[in-house]
């Protein structure tokens, strides 16, 4: 296992809409490097996936919910002959095709767009299975990767990064009253549901109040 002394971690930016890529790839950059660990992050298309200078001095190569495309290939080929493990880490069930129809987004997607989501599941599948380890967001992710793949797989939960807590502190000291606030951050259009789902909860901290 590497220390954190010689760790150095190389992140492959493969999803590039919504927040995920703030809370899987940026976060966990800076939290590295406060615990004194050098992580970089690039797209496929840069031309160091080439360069195997470049590559040849990071210890663990991290693919955050990358689709398989050229690109991808010649980068995963030239890290495997480094002997560079790969990691991909992914914070969503957009694994298995089979579950698409319990995504209320996919649903209300006509034909076409329902053959690209699928063609995106897919296509993550293909990159997941070409790397040795796991990395998720929650346990129940891990168990169901963990049945899809037989792969190591690790749990690495979402955090907030310095400029976030320094802003919630900064909004700390006006709400030191009796008045309670919940955040709700809905994500993307896959999430739209989930305000339903919490409604039955909020009711009852209403009627407690």
């Known amino acids: 296992m590497q220390s954190e002394e010689n760790l150095r971690v190389l992140y492959l930016l493969g999803c590039n809409e919504g927040p995920s890529k703030r809370y899987r790839v940026f976060n966990h950059i800076e939290a590295l490097r406060l615990h004194g660990v050098e992580s970089d992050w690039i797209w496929d298309i840069d031309a160091r996936i080439h360069d195997l200078e470049f590559l040849r001095q990071f210890t663990v190569v991290v693919a955050f919910r990358s689709g398989y495309n050229e690109r991808v290939d010649t980068l995963f080929r030239n890290v495997n ?4 493990p790969l990691v991909y880490d992914i914070d969503d069930l957009v694994f ?22 699928l063609d995106g599941i897919k296509s993550i599948r293909r990159t997941l299975k070409a790397c040795s380890y796991v990395t998720t967001s929650t346990n129940f992710l891990a168990e169901k990767l963990l049945e899809d793949f037989s792969k190591p797989t690790y749990v690495i939960p979402f955090g907030v990064n310095e400029r ?3 802003i919630s502190q900064s909004l700390d000291e006006p709400f030191h009253s009796d008045v309670k606030f919940i955040g709700y951050l809905s994500g993307t259009a ?3 549901r989930d305000f339903q789902e919490a409604a ?5 901290i209403l009627r407690e109040r």
């Not at 039955?200 to 009852?204: E, F, N, V």
């Open 96 to 117: 298995d095709p089979e579950l698409a129809e319990h995504v209320d987004a996919y649903r209300k997607m006509d034909e076409k767009g329902k053959a690209a989501y």
């Open 164 to 166: 976030q807590v320094s």
């Open 190 to 192: 896959s999430h739209q």
């Open 200 to 204: 039955p909860a909020l009711r009852r």
């Open 81 to 84: 002959s480094l002997d560079i």
